[in-house]
T-cell receptor, first 114, second 114 residues
């Protein structure tokens, strides 16, 4: 199993541009998450999904959109990129949603907005 | 709302010695859990260890153990016999009761000296 994969690894955007960060998992996990990690900080939840067709906002959703058309894929869309969105973006997934169910993370996408 | 605090921004430890990384939490949930993740310089988030508030014994995973003190609301990570490869950022995180997000602390950077 590849686990959770993310593309691209790095990206530089100009202010106002848009892009989609890709996330895929091959573990048949229902639950998927997008977090961002600002320099020197912990991770904060942007959006999450409990299954295909179902998404919900996390702690910091402004400026982002998500969709979940399949169990495997959970892309994150940035519209009108701003310097405040410069961050490392992590996708994660888990099989269940209990307290003890571990979220497994992808390798991250480092995004810079100039 | 849940809150996680890691009071040690950076720590040094001599190779082969043990080290304790602090984590305190604040939650109103009667049942909760606590995760520790490692983030090496390559950037990925690696799950290390988990313990639930209802677990009677402190969790251990190889050289990692959790020193869970519920009365003090602390869940410290103990790494025994430190290795150079342990140099990394370490994050503790607590899931909310809905299981749809992890709240992360700010992290501790551990540096192992040869």
């Amino acid at each position: 199993n590849a686990g959770v994969t993310q593309t691209p690894k790095f990206r530089i955007l100009k202010i106002g541009q848009s892009m989609t960060l890709q996330c895929a998992q091959d573990m048949n996990h229902n639950y998927m998450y997008w977090y961002r990690q600002d320099p020197g900080m912990g991770l904060k939840l942007i959006y999450y999904s409990v299954g295909a067709g179902i998404t919900d906002k996390g702690e910091v959703p402004n400026g982002y959109n998500v969709s979940r058309s399949t169990t495997e894929d959970f892309p994150l869309r940035l519209e009108l990129a701003a310097p405040s969105q410069t961050s490392v973006y992590f996708c994660a997934s888990t099989s269940q949603r209990g307290l003890s169910d571990t979220q497994y993370f992808g390798p991250g996408t480092r995004l810079t907005v100039l | 709302a849940q809150k996680i605090t890691q009071t040690q921004p950076g720590m040094f430890v001599q190779e082969k010695e043990a080290v304790t990384l602090d984590c305190t939490y604040d939650t109103s949930d009667p049942s909760y859990g606590l995760f520790w993740y490692k983030q090496p310089s390559s950037g990925e988030m690696i799950f290390l260890i988990y313990q639930g508030s209802y677990d009677q014994q402190n969790a251990t995973e190889g050289r990692y153990s959790l020193n869970f003190q519920k009365a003090r609301k602390s869940a410290n990570l103990v790494i025994s016999a430190s290795q150079l490869g342990d140099s990394a950022m370490y994050f503790c995180a607590i899931p909310n009761n809905a299981g749809n997000m992890l709240t992360f602390g700010g992290g501790t950077r551990l540096m192992v000296k040869p």
